[in-house]
Each structure stands twice: as structure tokens, then as C-alpha cells.
């Protein structure tokens, strides 16, 4: 199957780099004033020279992002699984090599956990593993969306990437949406990160999207893990990966996020710092390439990030998160894969979003349209 993988490999990581911050600032006037912006004036609009013009781009990224989706922010919470895994990543404390207490919750601890998110009034949950097919495999994820049907309107996940194949079994299953990142698109630092474990095939992790895509997920969420390499030009890869995607598999939606390293057990240093503006400046240029691309936040940024980012062009956000399984009611205490930034309670996340005037949606945005 002719895949990403082919277009991928015309690029040259540092051509792309170097085009990024050769950007100007009339390229930069060029891409604010068109209505339809090509992914050479989203390198210009991400790059160093588009800075003074973040008040520009938050206020045109604001007006499309309201045009399109209202005055709504969808707010969805993630449930960890399993914190079982087989590679190891340096940048994660679910790690092979990090020795913590295991956990893979069983159905009965599955419908706890799930009825407790439920009783909060969300109706999109997100379902979280480490990559263990031999723990959590497609089975064993086929039954959890099986019971995430039985409550919530939508399910996603985010897990280890399967085949075409067992995607279709899942969707048969009731999976709407599938989160897969890249972390980095940068093929000769990847493995780096990447020490041991099925994630270390760059390529098989690149193509997963067409897997995706082929068996007919509704919904494909893509990103980087900023904290790695350079996020411009990793923001541009996923940017190019996204505009092949929608282009070939075009009844499929796409979201973008935007996680930031945080800390975790067995702590690296991000090798590369993305400060709160370059994140803004990130969000609005991905508006201003795509009207309709969702945009999400997560828990990983602070309460006042988020509470401004919904105003300028994010649309999703998720609320009370924890990244531990079992962490709402089975197991507080265990190992989170990472700590969270943002830690007020859902009640609160709904009030601060309703006294900015955000409509709080439950469902998916399409689902919200649709019933
Ligand atoms: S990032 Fe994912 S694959 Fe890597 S160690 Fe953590 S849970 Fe496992």
C-alpha cells in the first residue's frame, strides 16, 4: 500500500528546518492577508518571524475558529487502561525499564472507573494503554469499548497501533476516534527516544494513520511531543501529514494536539523549550491553515493557558484527568504516566468555561451537530 511514508521521504528534515526560519516577514504579511493558506505560509506563520504578529494571528485564528464551531469547547476525560508497556521511551514513566507497580484493569474495575467519569456528565471518553499486545491487546480492547458503549456516546483511544484489520474490529466494536503521535517526526533522532519495543520502528508508527484511514476510523488525532526535536519543523511534518491524510481519506476528520514534555518518573530534561507564546503562535497558525481541525488541549498546560488558548482557537479540552489506571476511583495512588498541569475538578473547568461565555459540549462536535 503506497503510504505517507512515500511523501514523507521527499522531505529532508533539515531543508525543512532551515525553509522554516529563512521565513520573512513579508512571507508573513503574504500569509495573513489570503483566505486559503498553503502549508508554505503556515512555515511562515510559525516561524520566528511571525512573533510580533501573534496578536494578528490570535485574532483571526479567534473569528474562524468561532465562525466554525460557535462558541463551543468540547471537554472530554481520559481513562487509563493499563499501564503495562513493552518499549521503552525515555521521555515516559510507563517505561519497560521503570520498575513501578503494573495495573490492568479488569471489567468489573473498568465499569467502576467508567461509571464515576459518566456520573460527572462526560459522554467522550478517551481510552488509555501503554503498548502490550500480550496484556491489552485487541481483545482486551475490544470488551472495554464494548462497555464504554453501554455509557458514552463517543469513544476514543490511545494506545499501541494496530492493523487495518483489527481498527475495523474495533470501529465493529463502537470506536469513533483514534489518537496515534508521531512524538517526532525527526526519522535519524528517533530512535533516541526510542530504545527497545515495537514504538522503535519509526516507520510502522509514521504509516499507522493509512491504517487508520484504510479501515475507516471517523476520527484521526495526530501531533508531535514538543520537548524533543525542533518544534517548528516538527509541527510542520505533522502539518504535511495532515493535508495528506484529509486529502486521501477525506470523510475522515482530523484533530491536532499539542502535548508538552512534562515530568514523569525517571525524568529527562526537554532538549528543546516551547514557551506559552511559541504555543499560541502554534494553535493560531494551525486555525488559519484549517477552518475545520479540532484543535485540543490537555490537562498537561495550567488552568490559565487553557482558559485563554479556547478563546483564540483550541476546541478541545479534557478536564480532572488522571493518567494512572484506576486513578478515579480503583487506585488513586498508582504511578501516573505523567503529572498534570491543570488540576481543578471538571465542576470548576465547566464553570471558568461557561463565565468566559464557552458553550460546554459533552459529545463530539460532529455528534453534537448530528443529534
Ligand atoms: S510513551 Fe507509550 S509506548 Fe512509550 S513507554 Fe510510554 S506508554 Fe510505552
Redesign the pocket.
Known amino acids: 500500500m503506497n503510504t505517507f511514508y512515500a511523501l514523507y521521504d521527499t522531505y529532508d528534515w533539515s531543508d525543512v528546518l532551515d525553509s522554516i526560519y529563512a521565513k520573512t516577514t513579508a512571507d508573513v504579511h503574504t500569509a495573513l492577508a489570503k483566505e486559503h493558506r498553503n502549508l508554505e505560509d503556515f512555515k511562515a506563520l510559525i516561524s520566528p518571524s511571525a512573533k510580533p504578529f501573534i496578536e494578528d494571528m490570535a485574532q483571526k485564528s479567534a473569528m474562524l475558529t468561532k465562525k466554525r464551531f460557535g462558541n463551543t469547547v468540547q471537554i472530554y476525560a481520559p481513562m487509563y487502561l493499563s ?1 503495562f ?5 525515555t ?6 525499564h521503570n520498575k513501578i507497580k503494573r495495573r490492568v484493569l479488569t471489567t468489573q474495575e473498568i465499569r467502576r472507573e467508567m461509571q464515576y467519569i459518566r456520573a460527572k456528565g462526560y459522554e467522550h471518553i478517551l481510552l488509555v494503554t ?2 502490550a499486545n500480550n496484556i491489552a491487546g485487541v481483545e482486551y480492547l475490544e470488551e472495554a469499548i464494548k462497555i464504554a458503549r453501554e455509557m458514552f456516546v463517543n469513544v476514543s483511544i490511545e494506545v ?1 497501533p494496530l492493523s487495518q484489520e483489527e481498527y475495523a474490529r474495533l470501529i465493529d466494536a463502537g470506536l469513533y476516534a483514534v489518537m496515534v503521535y508521531q ?1 517526532t517526526y525527526h526519522k535519524e533522532e528517533y530512535p533516541k527516544y ?1 530504545l527497545r ?1 515495537k ?1 522503535s520502528d519509526f516507520r510502522y508508527r509514521l504509516e499507522t494513520p493509512d491504517r487508520m484511514g484504510q479501515a475507516g476510523i471517523h476520527k484521526i488525532g495526530l501531533g508531535a511531543l514538543f520537548g524533543l526535536e525542533d518544534w517548528r519543523t516538527d509541527s510542520f511534518f505533522v502539518a504535511l501529514h495532515f493535508k495528506y491524510l484529509q486529502k486521501r481519506y477525506w470523510k475522515t476528520k482530523y484533530s491536532i494536539s499539542f502535548p508538552r514534555l512534562r515530568p514523569h518518573e525517571g525524568d529527562v530534561e526537554p532538549k528543546v523549550a516551547m514557551s506559552d507564546a511559541d504555543l499560541v503562535q502554534l494553535v493560531c497558525a494551525y486555525r488559519l491553515l484549517d477552518e475545520d481541525l479540532e484543535l485540543s488541549i490537555s490537562t498537561r498546560e495550567s488552568d490559565v493557558f487553557r482558559n485563554h488558548i479556547v478563546q483564540m482557537g483550541a476546541t478541545t479540552i479534557s478536564a480532572e484527568s488522571r493518567t494512572n489506571p484506576g486513578g478515579y476511583t480503583v487506585d488513586p495512588e498508582s504511578l501516573e ?1 505523567f503529572s498534570i498541569n491543570d488540576t481543578r475538578s471538571t465542576e470548576e473547568v465547566v464553570e471558568t468555561m461557561m463565565s468566559i461565555g464557552k458553550e460546554v459540549v459533552w459529545k463530539d462536535w460532529e455528534h453534537f451537530q448530528n443529534f
Open positions: 499501564n508497556c513493552s518499549n521503552h521511551c521521555y515516559c514513566g510507563f517505561s519497560i501503554g503498548e499501541q512524538e526510542h519495543g514504538k504516566q
